[in-house]
């Protein structure tokens, strides 16, 4: 590994580029969406505000219909699934999901659709403009959607009367300066959605607790929330204090609103513990926090708020300011291992089996995805480890700092827990430069080979890279070249010579070479 360390002094000037003016769309959602739990569905309509800040003219827009990938087994999602040895145990019961009832109107105008030509890509469809939407223009959209859950096997779905409401509503592609990316739904394979503005209503029997992307606005529920919250907070030991509606019978309707976020999900159960506190930042700035978990004896979750805390508290400090008001953490179905999913300002966390270090573990990946994913929007069905290879980098730093330990490598010698941080951390690296790590860093997410393959590279040999530049640089001047990064790109798109280029501008040096390990086939010796 030492090689490459030798890279940093090739070069100590910078390489100057020139750019074309920086765009992106511009996406607002007004969304009414109402749960059936006993038919499993979701019955909604949506308009969407959508302006055109590229200098092209478009014609159509590429719409994600993400729910119809659940629909048949001839759908990219199924095929990849029943491809990979490793996941394909996800199936051996499920129940399939669709969305209907779509009817597309432009400007209150019925618009003509097309399907997408690829016969497994039913979850992509082409709204016509009548109108050519023109640079600068706006255009509103609306439509009716039905959506029928499917058993939880990947990201959306129900489970132990548990609701995941994930990738459920009609969304635009992205549209950049590369053009459209209008792709399928994949289990092995993420996301890329505009920045946009959500104002969403969600309408659920009485008994549910939701925990939702963005601020609640009905003051009287957020009040009960908190209170019960900050009541199992101080009291982790006895019985816990559980939510009792208003009403015991008929619905409500509860609205979430945030902006400049690039997804919308939301969580609902019957049986949620909630617990609720506040992080103040360095800066001093105050962010709700809360968890919530099910109800059952001896569970480690009655710590999560703790791990919640610290994660934000962490990152802010590593990368730059958590911008949310909120932050969410939901502990998912308890027959599924899978780990996390990620979403605005809360995250999915699967993870039954953990020990406490573990579960700490995932949470902080999961909350750290506000900043890559989330903050820092890139393209991650195209560039996987630009969100989870830097998330897992910090992930390491925060498991070795608090715990000499990381939940990826196992179990841990005691002779190398004993060690300082710095040192824990250049064993930890060093053993993993032993591991068999093939393919290059930076290929699309559908190309891995196997699940294994894609958590290998895209998460462990990209932050073995960045440690290479650490061990070099130093662990300040590293974080300084994050947060320059982060300031450049926060609520913006992101590419892989972003990053380069911020890091340049922050360490001085040319760091061609480098970047050229991204594509290197092999391990790093």
Request: proline letters at 5%.
């Amino acid at each position: 590994m030492k090689r490459y360390f030798t890279i940093l002094l090739l070069c100590c000037s910078t390489a100057v580029f020139a750019q074309e003016a920086y765009w992106q769309q511009q996406v607002r959602y007004d969304i009414d969406v109402a749960l059936n739990d006993q038919e499993k569905s979701l019955k909604g309509s949506e308009t969407i505000m959508y302006k055109n800040n590229s200098p092209s003219t478009l014609d159509f827009i590429w719409f994600h219909i993400w729910p119809n990938a659940y629909k048949q087994e001839s759908t990219a999602l199924f095929q990849q699934i029943k491809n990979d040895t490793s996941r394909v145990k996800k199936l051996e019961k499920y129940t399939f999901g669709s969305i209907e009832g779509l009817n597309f109107k432009v400007n209150g105008k019925v618009a003509q659709t097309e399907a997408h030509p690829n016969p497994q890509y039913i979850d992509i469809i082409k709204v016509k403009l009548a109108t050519p939407l023109k640079p600068g223009d706006s255009v509103k959209i609306s439509t009716d959607f039905k959506v029928k859950l499917p058993s939880y096997f990947s990201r959306s779905g129900f489970a132990d009367g548990e609701f995941m409401a994930c990738q459920w509503y009609p969304k635009p592609a992205v549209f950049d300066k590369s053009g459209w990316n209008e792709f399928p739904y994949l289990d092995m394979g993420e996301f890329y959605s505009d920045y946009a503005t959500f104002k969403v209503n969600i309408t659920v029997p009485s008994g549910y607790i939701v925990g939702a992307t963005g601020v609640l606005q009905n003051a009287d529920e957020l009040a009960s929330y908190k209170s019960l919250g900050a009541k199992n907070v101080a009291n982790r030991t006895g019985s816990p204090a559980l939510y009792s509606p208003k009403q015991k019978t008929g619905t409500k309707t509860l609205t979430y609103q945030i902006d400049s976020v690039p997804d919308f999900a939301w969580f609902a159960d019957k049986d949620f513990v909630i617990q609720y506190d506040t992080v103040k930042l360095e800066s001093g700035k105050v962010i709700d926090a809360f968890t919530y978990y099910h109800n059952k004896k001896e569970t480690l979750w009655t710590n999560s708020i703790d791990y919640t805390k610290d994660a934000v508290r962490k990152y802010s400090k590593w990368i730059g300011d958590y911008e949310y008001p909120v932050v969410q953490v939901v502990e998912g179905p308890k027959n599924n291992s899978s780990g996390g999913m990620e979403y605005p300002t809360i995250t999915l966390i699967t993870s039954p089996d953990a020990k406490k270090e573990s579960l700490d573990a995932v949470i902080a990946h999961e909350v750290g995805h506000n900043w890559f994913m989330s903050m820092l929007g890139s393209n991650e069905r195209e560039h996987t480890w630009l969100d989870e290879g830097l998330n897992t980098y910090f992930q390491f730093r925060y498991e070795a700092e608090k715990y000499r330990a990381n939940s990826m490598m196992g179990e841990i010698p005691a002779e190398v827990k004993a060690l300082s941080e710095a040192d824990f951390q250049a064993r930890l690296y060093g053993a993993m430069t032993q591991i068999p790590m093939d393919s290059p860093i930076d290929i699309p997410a559908a190309q891995f080979a196997s699940s294994d393959e894609y958590g290998l590279i895209s998460y462990v040999k990209t932050a073995l890279w960045l440690y290479i530049l650490e061990s070099q640089a130093g662990r300040a001047k590293m974080d300084q070249a994050f947060q320059l990064y982060f300031s450049k790109w926060k609520n913006k798109h992101p590419q892989p010579e972003d990053l380069q280029a911020a890091f340049e501008q922050s360490f001085g040096v040319n760091l061609t070479d480098y970047f050229k390990l991204l594509k290197k086939q092999g391990s790093f010796k």
